[in-house]
């Protein structure tokens, strides 16, 4: 009777070590974007961010990323984005985050058009960009 069984104490402590690990590595349990800097999409002149938890929540969303920062005369301020906008869908395909942004866009090849779906003051906008087809090669180009 003097001897206690410590498997079970041993067995929850291992598990909650393990769940503070994955907690950490992933930030699953934090309300912060998983990312520190804006991603950066040059060839359309915008930069965009995840948004937390609780920023989503209080608009609505379940996703969406943040336009932080959008530059005159490219693409993206040409089809009447702006900062603040925030992207929920990507040719109606759903924007979860910005990596995922930057993956729909490399699936999207000119001359396909771009239709973003962001909200912006409470309502939604669709926002086209035409892409104009990749060049091609020209012969000599090719010799070199």
Known sequence: MGQTNLNLPLTLIGLLLATALATARTGWAQDEPAQSRPAELPELGVAVHDLSNEALFEHGLQYAVLAVEVRPDTPAANS???????????????????????????????????HFTVLRDGHAHTLTIERPPVPQPTPAQNDQ
């Open 80 to 114: 009447g984005m702006e900062a603040g906008d925030l992207i929920y869908q990507l040719n109606d395909l759903p924007v979860y985050s910005a990596r995922r942004l930057v993956w729909l866009l490399g699936r999207a090849a000119p001359p396909q058009a771009l």
